[in-house]
T-cell receptor
């Protein structure tokens, strides 16, 4: 049962354009969502997150949008740069242990982003 | 601030052996989680430790175990290794000061079981 899905295995974008990565989830208990970027042979690097009480969060070139009714989130990268080429994972967490534990993340399968110069 | 440090980076073991992986979290982080990454299953949660106690556990067999020390450093152990245990094992830490704070990952230990 895949609770977090990234339906696009790959995305190719021209440098300077917008990259839009999508993610869907099924578990209505998820209340915190994150995006990570991963290069081969390295651990995931945290990019940006959003709490379920918000519908948008921005950090520089990265913006995450959350649509709770559709159980959908997206990551926008503007403008895209060749250094953004990597695998992007969305992840979600739900409160556990009386609301104190957020150490369990459920990950999507990842989207390979390629930004062409 | 130093990031999450995992040792060793690479390990080759034989079926039936056991292995111990080590993780030093970011200074001040008391929550440590472990994940397994494989091509087929993606990133899967193993367990989370906080203040030397296991707080949450994923769906892995009992051969996978962990512990946390008083300085928040953590180890995970896999006994009776199987070929399917070959994976990248990732450790992550987070600050418990904010309810919503992200996990920060180390670069992992690549385990190969032959």
């Amino acid at each position: 049962d895949q609770q977090v899905k990234q339906n696009s295995p790959s995305l190719s974008v021209q440098e300077g354009r917008i990259s839009i990565l999508n993610c869907d989830y099924t578990n209505s208990m998820f209340d915190y969502f994150l995006w990570y970027k991963k290069y081969p042979a390295e651990g995931p690097t945290f990019l940006i997150s959003i709490s379920s009480i918000k519908d948008k969060n921005e950090d520089g070139r990265f913006t995450v949008f959350l649509n709770k009714s559709a159980k959908h989130l997206s990551l926008h990268i503007v403008p895209s740069q060749p250094g953004d080429s990597a695998v992007y994972f969305c992840a979600a967490s739900a409160p556990y242990a009386g609301g104190t534990s957020y150490g369990k993340l459920t990950f999507g399968q990842g989207t390979i982003l390629t930004v062409h110069p | 601030k130093a990031g999450v440090t995992q040792t060793p980076r690479y390990l080759i073991k034989t079926r039936g052996q056991q292995v111990t992986l080590s993780c030093s979290p970011i200074s001040g982080h008391r929550s440590v989680s472990w994940y397994q990454q494989t091509p087929g299953q993606g990133l899967q949660f193993l367990f989370e430790y906080f203040s030397e106690t296991q707080r949450n556990k994923g769906n892995f067999p009992g051969r996978f175990s962990g512990r946390q020390f008083s300085n928040s450093r953590s180890e995970m152990n896999v006994s009776t290794l199987e070929l399917g245990d070959s994976a990248l094992y990732l450790c992550a830490s987070r600050s418990d000061r904010a309810r919503n704070s992200p996990l920060h990952f180390g670069n992992g230990t690549r385990l190969t079981v032959t």
